[in-house]
């Protein structure tokens, strides 16, 4: 430590030149640390907004499911209008669903898919199954049925995929 201290130059001990090039030094190590400070607090809040921005996605997707949950249940009800109010309710919904699932999957990743293909493809074909139903004038107790295990699936995703109505990641 002695010999240091004899080696190194007091500041008054510098010339003009060797002062400005430490000032020059100094003032640039500042800067280095404050564009530092300023990119990692930038950086904190894109990801807030990011995460902010996904969770309403999220909430938004969960909303439109579960609406579709609940008009579904509207079936139930004597008397119900389920080829011109209620099933076109759903499907608003289900596109509306599918849209969220499709943006969140885009910009967040699968994990964070709620909605699979295959999911989106039942519903789909169960719809299709209550308009043949409908256009033959039949009985629609078996797309009544399909769609029974379609919503009993929405609600089990619901109930895996939210926390606290928080989309959170798949594993």
Known sequence: MEKLKTRLPSLSQLNHREKALLCVIIGLIVAIVVVTCISINIRVNMQREYTGVRDK???????????????????????????????????????????????????????????????????????????????????????QADMQGCMDRVKELLSSRYSEGILRASR
């Open 57 to 143: 996605l999220g909430e938004s997707l969960y909303s439109n499911l579960y609406m579709l949950t609940q008009t579904f249940d509207m079936t139930s009800v004597p008397n119900a209008d389920v080829k011109n109010s209620i099933i076109p309710q759903m499907k608003n919904y289900f596109i509306a669903a599918t849209t969220l699932n499709e943006a969140v999957v885009n910009n967040y990743g699968q994990r964070y898919q709620v909605l699979t293909d295959a999911d989106v493809s039942t519903l789909r074909t169960t719809f299709n199954a209550y308009d043949a139903a409908f256009r033959s004038d039949a009985p629609t107790d078996l797309a």
